[in-house]
């Protein structure tokens, strides 16, 4: 699976026995994503659909709403004996378009890593997002979304063979799956297919249910909702601020999703029998 992929020898210990084999493992590299030549962010990630990476990363922190607003997207040489290493992104914006403020005081929206939590973070996703999942009537059967686990778990291919990476997919409201990406981060696997949403023309995510392999958490839920998606399904938890941020964005959240049930935290009219 080239640079998504990498062999490392372990020793495998049970009860009564001990081999040493060579293991899959997930490779995680970082990715320093920059805007108009500036370095903005650099985030640890699976190499692979790194430009939706970029863009659907800038579309959920509110620099940009459409994807006429990038001109272009490009890698470009690394700092080390100027290599191009695959790790450094160049996104130019179009003309016109604000670049994000680099000042050392600023932090894109608040995450569960950084430990800042409160209404300031909820009004800042409110105010800043151009999309209004609130406003959206689509609605979704629940033997629908019981059935997307399993779809996207049988579509990671990456996660067969490592058991190490997060998944995300976009379906439709009648079960299609529309995209579907992995990655050692959750919010890089969101990001992944939001910009693939963006390149295809998809965004505002109206009609849509975006699902995660893991928890839903404040800053996928603020991710969510920048793209207008009407429904976040989660397989776990959510987070007590993620659920404050869907009731107050007008998202339906679904979380501990199984085959058979599942807590319907907002928004529970979206969800049909």
């Known amino acids: 699976m080239g640079r998504v992929t990498a062999r490392r020898r372990a020793r495998h210990v049970t009860g009564d026995d001990t081999v040493t084999r060579p293991e ?3 490779v995680e590299e970082p990715l320093e994503i920059r805007v108009n030549g500036t370095p903005i962010t650099v985030t640890m990630r699976t190499p692979g659909s790194d430009i939706e990476l970029a863009q659907g990363f800038l579309l959920t922190e509110g ?4 994807r006429d607003e990038v001109l ?7 700092s080390v004996d100027d290599v191009n290493t695959y790790n450094v992104l160049d996104v130019t914006l179009a003309p016109g378009v604000k670049p994000p403020d680099t000042d050392v005081t600023r932090n894109f929206y608040t995450t569960s890593s950084c430990g800042v939590c409160g209404k300031a973070s909820l009004d800042a996703v409110r105010l800043s997002s151009r999309h209004c999942p609130g406003d959206d009537p689509a609605t979704v059967a629940a033997d629908t979304l019981t059935a997307m686990p399993e779809q996207l778990r049988s579509a990671q291919r990456v996660f067969a063979s490592t058991g190490g990476l997060h998944g995300a997919a976009l379906f439709a409201m009648d079960g299609t799956m529309l995209a579907v990406r992995e990655d050692v981060g ?20 109206t009609g849509s249910v975006l699902l995660v392999s893991g928890r839903a958490s404040f800053e996928l839920t603020q991710k969510a909702v920048m793209a207008g ?6 397989v776990s938890a959510p987070s007590s601020l993620a659920v404050d ?3 107050q964005s007008g998202l339906t959240l679904v979380a501990f999703l199984r085959q ?13 029998r």
């Open 63 to 66: 620099v940009i709403a459409r």
């Open 186 to 205: 959750r919010h890089n696997a969101v990001d992944k297919v939001v910009g693939w949403a963006l390149e295809s023309g998809r965004i505002p995510l």
């Open 260 to 272: 058979h049930s599942m807590n319907v935290y907002t928004r529970p009219d979206r969800v049909v």
């Open 24 to 26: 899959t493992l997930a």
């Open 245 to 247: 941020l869907a009731s």
């Open 229 to 234: 998606v009407p429904v976040l399904a989660a």
């Open 72 to 78: 272009t997207a490009r890698y470009c040489r690394g």
